[in-house]
């Protein structure tokens, strides 16, 4: 099953055509689209994309570290509402997309973990997995999540570290998500993760509009490209297509329990 991990459809850039990329989607062979949001006004966008396509469309609530600065406790106890809310929901797959961020300069860190912190704490008592965004930060997300516990792991999406900070992240339950950027020759450090890495480690990924592939760059991404990446995936890792396929599809449904879903209306 091909799944694209973490895709902001839910984006202004897919506002004048998000019907025709969704179809697509489909047309491409992508089965189901993971939609995580980034602030509490975003919640009931990425509910309804799911609402709107049962079955292709699931989702993720919480508020991405590079929006906290604008986030106030009010937007956590949206988002604690909001998990109760849909706690039923078989489209609601995890918490997300949170993390920490310390590339981007000027975000107030402390103020970016004390909102972390409360999303693990959310994950946990929902029992839900976690789509993680990490950005030069790979050890304090690390700290955190061990200080955690979380019993569900969840998705460090875009991965970008160490093979030993990899290692780390599997060692807690978590999958690693890959897309466009390992489809640049000069991505080694990326390339030798997907072709060293054990099977159950990988899933794949657009984050689109973002981090188009290298056929794309600079262009808009979007998830009909998922296939020709993991094209590029399978021949760094030296397996056919449709192993790559199974496999990685086959790592996202255990960690974000993706099933068959139901139409939430």
């Known amino acids: 099953m091909l ?7 839910d984006a202004a850039e897919f506002d004048s ?10 047309r491409a062979g992508v089965k189901t689209i993971v939609v995580p949001a980034v602030e509490a006004d975003h919640f009931q ?3 309804a994309l799911a609402r709107s396509n049962p079955g292709h469309c699931v989702y993720a609530l919480g508020i991405h570290p590079m929006y906290v600065d604008r986030a106030d406790d009010g937007d956590l106890a949206r988002l ?17 997309e949170i993390g920490l961020d310390f590339f981007v300069p000027g975000l107030d860190r402390a103020r970016q973990e004390r909102f972390f ?4 704490q959310l994950a946990k008592a929902y029992d839900l997995p976690v789509l993680l965004h990490v ?3 790979q050890d304090m997300v690390l700290k955190h999540l061990r200080q955690a516990r979380l019993p569900r792991g969840g998705m460090a999406h875009a991965f970008n570290g160490s093979r030993q900070q990899a290692e780390a992240f599997l060692s807690l339950g978590f999958v690693l998500g890959f897309g466009g950027v390992m489809t640049f020759e000069r991505a080694q450090r990326i390339r030798a993760l997907v072709r060293d890495l054990p099977p159950t480690a990988h899933v794949l990924e657009t984050d689109a509009p973002d981090l188009a592939p290298s056929w794309l760059h600079p262009g808009r991404n979007e ?16 397996v056919p297509l449709a192993e790559a396929i199974s496999q990685t599809g086959a790592n996202a449904r255990r ?11």
């Not at 990329?21 to 489909?26: D, G, L, Y």
């Not at 604690?80 to 997300?96: K, M, Q, Y």
């Not at 960690?255 to 209306?265: D, K, M, T």
């Open 45 to 47: 966008r990425v509910v």
């Open 80 to 96: 604690a509402a909001a998990l109760e809310a849909h706690r039923d929901d078989p489209a609601l797959v995890a918490v997300g």
């Open 117 to 120: 912190q409360a999303q693990l």
């Open 255 to 265: 960690i974000l329990s993706i099933g068959p879903i139901a139409s939430s209306i």
């Open 223 to 238: 998830p009909a490209q998922l296939p020709a990446i993991a094209e590029v995936f399978a021949q760094l890792r030296g």
């Open 135 to 137: 950005r030069r930060a």
């Open 3 to 9: 799944i694209d991990t973490h895709c902001h459809l």
């Open 17 to 26: 055509d998000r019907d025709p990329v969704i179809e697509r989607s489909k």
